[in-house]
């Protein structure tokens, strides 16, 4: 009797035991959420399978994501690298702009870096869920294997675009939380679509190899790709905006940019190619009009190396930080962008790229 007894306590310990360490759905988000908060650079590779509901076209590209949290960024708050497998051209958004890169060409384009990007070859590599899951559901249930907990997640139908039937699951590794897989599946107007996203050879924080600062130092050398079509600029022939502006090697000291005086403005960054080789040149215009002219390079970007970068270089006119709002302001989206600004503050010319057309502009306004 005793010894049944002991049994049966036994069991009812291990079972209680058991059931407390029973994970719900809440913990799975919660753990998910945590373990994405603590990610700041994140590699992998990437098979997505692609179902549309249209004709029922399938694509399948396989690719590799780089991606770094940057709390700054208004598009996605983060930066990211990708590459498809099938296509020779690499992808970055970094600090508010899209790059295009062609190795086998060495040229890049710069392109607006909207949230359409997103969309692009190397985007599509970028999953929108890697850092957050869903919060707006009808149900979610969870279910495991034996190395994963799956979420499978039910939506309201979209009586605007008539989907319906939409769910999305999300397979997380046992070990890290971290996405093995991501399906989504929708019906619209009774054609099926569905979204697979594979994820294998993760690599988090410190086992990252990779670094988006490093992947756009590759191609400092390569020749940009202008714009072919070019809107005019809206500040031309206009007051010059009031700008007050860090300095770059003393980030407490605000400069206001004198716009009584003959001013070149010149927009550069450290990964750009000819805003360095054009180094040279400006410093010698501002020799040159040593009393006439006020020159002032505004770099956005990895300021650490700007300032660096002046120093090697011995370029002795100043340099102020910028923004993304700022160059959006100038309608600036390719580099180097020069622009002169006469003593009466008015915006008479924009120069993409650094030409001798620049001097000749000077000496007019000077001679005037």
């Known amino acids: 009797m005793k010894k049944s007894l002991v049994i049966l306590l036994t069991i009812v310990f291990f079972c209680s035991c058991k059931e407390k360490t029973k994970i719900d759905t809440n913990d799975v988000i919660a753990k998910f959420q945590e373990n994405a908060e603590n990610i700041n650079s994140l590699e992998y590779r990437m098979q997505r399978i692609d179902t549309f509901a249209q004709g029922g076209t399938v694509?399948?590209?396989s690719g590799v994501a780089l991606i770094e949290k940057?709390?700054?960024d208004k598009v996605f708050g983060f930066s990211f690298y990708g590459k498809r497998d099938d296509i020779d051209k690499e992808y970055i958004y970094d600090a508010g702009n899209g790059f295009e890169i062609s190795k086998k060409d060495k040229t890049y384009e710069v392109k607006p870096g909207h949230f359409g990007f997103i969309g692009s070859p190397g985007g599509q590599m970028v999953h929108q869920n890697i850092f957050k899951i869903d919060s707006?559901?009808?149900s979610v249930s969870l279910s495991e294997t034996e190395n994963s907990y799956l979420l499978s997640f039910e939506f309201e139908n979209d009586t605007v675009y008539n989907v319906s039937d939409r769910t999305k699951v999300y397979e997380l590794n046992k070990t890290d939380f971290f996405p093995i897989q991501i399906k989504q599946k929708s019906n619209q107007l009774g054609n099926k679509s569905v979204s697979i996203a594979k994820f294998s050879d993760v690599r988090i924080n410190e086992n990252v190899t990779n670094s988006i600062h490093d992947?756009?130092?590759d191609f400092q050398d390569y020749?940009?790709?202008q714009p072919?079509?070019?809107?005019?600029n809206k500040l031309l022939l206009k007051k010059l905006p009031t700008l007050e502006l860090p300095d770059l090697f003393d980030k407490n000291k605000i400069v206001k940019?004198?716009?009584?005086?003959?001013?070149l403005i010149d927009f550069w960054e450290v990964w750009c190619g000819p805003c360095i080789a054009s180094f040279p040149k400006v410093e010698n215009l501002k020799n040159k009009f040593v009393s006439e002219l006020n020159v002032i390079g505004i770099v956005s970007e990895d300021h650490e190396n700007a300032t660096k970068l002046v120093r090697k270089k011995g370029t002795t006119f100043q340099n102020l930080i910028g923004n993304n709002d700022l160059e959006k302001e100038f309608s600036v989206n390719s580099w180097p962008r020069y622009f002169l600004v006469d003593k009466n503050g008015i915006v008479q010319k924009e120069y993409f790229g650094f030409s001798d057309q620049i001097e000749k502009d000077i000496?007019?306004?000077v001679t005037k």
Do not use: A, G, M, V
């Open 59 to 61: 694509w399948n590209n």
């Open 70 to 72: 940057d709390d700054n």
């Open 136 to 138: 707006i559901y009808k």
């Open 215 to 217: 992947l756009k130092r």
């Open 223 to 225: 020749s940009i790709i």
């Open 228 to 232: 072919e079509k070019r809107e005019p």
């Open 257 to 263: 940019i004198n716009s009584n005086q003959l001013t």
């Open 363 to 365: 000496e007019d306004f």
